[in-house]
């Protein structure tokens, strides 16, 4: 499995809020369709980390941010990159259902409609399938035109990643996407992820370590700033080279 | 201690009420003397008859001239201050810095506490002098004070419609940046649609402080009730021939008295509709976000 493709390389990443170092030296390679787990205490530095693969604190006063982080062959912080384009190659999926008030068909074509993509059948197409992808098409193919704000917590978090899979990007970061659902929602979640890595690079930040255990090929554990450890998953929970990585998967602390 | 409480929850009970029974006495007096109004006058005279000059010896009681001023300067002002009100509350909402909003926003809502005689005096005296350059128009116009009514009326949309659109939950706005979006596409694809009410809402409420201004109209467009739809003539208003009225001196219970009511009660009858609508369309707001 070794000769697979690098999809993500971080080098020397620091990131600051203001003065405040939230990310200290950080170097990562993550390969191509492979499930990766942040995991670590709160604080740690995994949440930001991973928005900073797709930009997503361009906008918080007083980031900065020095390294490089190179996705698909591409320096995803030079400045000719353009920030909108990198968000349609690396998808994001939040904490907390974010549906648009919108019915549930457009929250899908969403990101196609963005684009300026106009033809009609193409986008049907995609929604369509993006939907049967995260498993939600038997359930809402009969009411595609309601709101997506009257589906379950469990459907609309389906729905948020059917919406970033409609777009078709190369890596998909989800920051802690099944935190606010119930088990059996959550169960559904963490099926479609395999299934998704065939297709697509998934980087997870989670809590529940039993999750980064169940879903993830790899596991990155981060403490206060610094990636402490990061090795396949097996070798993590099983047996850790490093002693704080033990104490936390162990429950000693965080 | 007990008696102490319950003088004090009647005392609470009557300042309530009070207000409440000022409303109603003032629908009532409106209606009464808008009832005997129509004793003399035929109410289709009142909504087809094209003049309205109440103060001549041909008296004539056609509200259409008294309301196509207010619908004239009303137009004039909402379309001055919606594009700008609008403009200033995307601005702030999306792009302008945090501290930069905190300081912005009060100095804005100063625009609605000049005054209005100042207003008028400046339509009166800067605007129509400087339109006068440009265009053939009268000394006393619905452009002018329509014009600067729309300034006037720019905070309320600014105001009220930044405020919708701030509370636009953060994840929705994350959401759209996630897909790809712009800010410019943020805002006219996710924040304005999901702030929709509350703006509307904003211009409603614009719209009744413009259709309910009196003293702008009263000093800058004149006092002649014109069936006309041009910004350049003299017109004037329900307000403005309320305010020339009453300055005046009309017998008690004379014709001229009792149809300031008539027009009154249509004015009343105007902005209590939109307020109930803005109302309505709160109501469904709020449901939306709980």
Redesign the interface.
Known sequence: MSEKKIMLEARNVDVFYGEFQAIKNIDMKIKENSVTAFIGPSGCGKSTFLRVL?R?ND?V?GFALRGEIEINGEKIYRKSVKV?????EV????Q?P?????SIYDNVA??LK??GITDKAFIEERVINSLKQVALWDEVKDQLKKSALALSGGQQQRL?IA??LA?EPSVILMDEPTSALDPISTSKIEELLHELKKKYTIVIVTHNMQQAARVSDDTAFFYMGELIEFDKTDKIFTNPSMEKTENYITGRFG | MKVKEMIIEKLLFLCASISVLITVGIILVLLLDTFEFFQEVSFVDFITDKKWTPMFKDKHFGIGSLLAGTFLTTVIAVGVAIPIGLSIAIYLNEFA??GFRKRIKPALELLAAVPTIVYGFFALTVVTPFLKQFIDIDSFNALSAGLVMGIMIIPYISSISEDALYAV?K??R?????????RL?TAF??TI??ASSGIIVSIILAISRAIGETMIVAIAAGQKPTLTLDPTETIATITSFIVQVTTGDVEHGSIEYKSLFAAGITLFLFTFMLNNISYFIKKKYQE?YD
């Open positions: 797709n997503m906008y006063e909108e384009e990198l968000r349609k998808g994001m999926v939040f907390k974010n549906p648009f008030p919108k969403f990101g963005i684009q948020c919406r970033t777009v | 810095p945090k939950p994840s929705l994350e959401a759209a940046y996630g897909m790809g979006t712009t596409q694809k996710v649609p999901a939306k």
